[in-house]
């Protein structure tokens, strides 16, 4: 199986014992060599330290990696000053995103949308970073139309990004036609489709709802019906996100990042299967 652009979502520790955790996370999912990890950046920059200090070191460990960058609330000057920290440690790959507004957070800072970072970045470092940026195949909670929310996707495009990495979902469907409706607008950069495992239902439907994922009322229902049996929950999780990048890659899908809440177990286990 190809997929050059498999890769592992990670969130900057906040504690000793998350560190070291993550550590532990990373040498399992190291062995399953994807292209590479990205470490997420919170809402008005409140882990910038964190993500640059895991990126850095996911990096010393051999393996490309990428931080995400958000521009809520950033200047012009802040984002040059991380950008220059990115390029010092010698780092040519990001995730250039909006970003969400942090709880009572004015709107403050001097970028809006993500397309305008994709061309301050441009402008900046010209071709030094491969940039993603995101896409929202179910669409992004906040756009006024499907068709909105597209054409602020082929903004970023245009702006120069390198590829895309979807939000996770679990309809192919929706997948694929985003895709098409893309390609139709003029796109045709890589958009990989983002992969968030089925490991506990609780958290899952509390997630899709802050962003909007969808999750389709045959697996609602089913995971309901499993109740506090976390084993049957994972078994049907595995079956069904397996059986789903299964279809996303033979439909051409070219890649899967995996969205792992610094756990291994189930990103490994469905890797495995399709392998």
Aim: net charge neutral; charged share 20%.
């Amino acid at each position: 199986m190809k997929t050059p652009n498999f890769s592992i979502e990670f969130f900057p520790p906040k504690t000793a014992e998350g560190t070291e955790k993550l550590r532990a996370t990373r040498a399992k999912l190291a062995e399953l060599k994807p292209k590479y990890f990205s470490v997420t950046f919170g809402a008005g920059g409140t882990t910038q330290q964190g993500t640059l200090d895991t990126v850095t070191e996911i990096r010393k460990e051999g393996h490309d990696a990428a931080p995400h960058l958000s521009c809520i609330g950033g200047t012009r000057e802040s984002i040059r000053g991380i950008l220059d920290e990115f390029k010092a440690h010698d780092i040519h790959r990001l995730v250039a995103l909006r970003g969400d507004m942090p709880s009572g957070y004015g709107m403050g800072g001097e970028f809006r949308y993500a397309n305008e970072l994709v061309e301050f970045i441009r402008a900046e470092t010209g071709d030094w970073f491969h940039i993603e940026v995101a896409a929202y195949p179910e669409m992004h909670p906040q756009a006024r139309s499907p068709q909105d929310d597209l054409n602020s996707f082929v903004r970023k495009m245009q702006a120069g990004a390198n590829a895309a990495i979807t939000q996770y979902f679990y309809n192919a469907d929706a997948y694929f036609r985003f895709v098409e409706e893309a390609n139709k607008a003029g796109v045709t950069a890589p958009i990989v489709a983002g992969i968030m495992p089925i490991t506990n239902s609780t958290q899952l439907q509390r997630f899709s709802e802050m962003c909007g994922a969808e999750i389709p009322r045959w697996i609602r229902l089913k995971l309901s019906s499993y109740g506090d049996d976390s084993a049957s929950i994972k078994a049907f999780g595995l079956d069904v996100v397996t059986a789903m990048c299964e279809r996303l890659l033979a439909g051409g899908a070219p890649g899967l990042h995996f969205y792992s809440l610094n756990q291994a177990a189930a990103t490994t286990a469905i890797w495995q299967r399709l392998v």
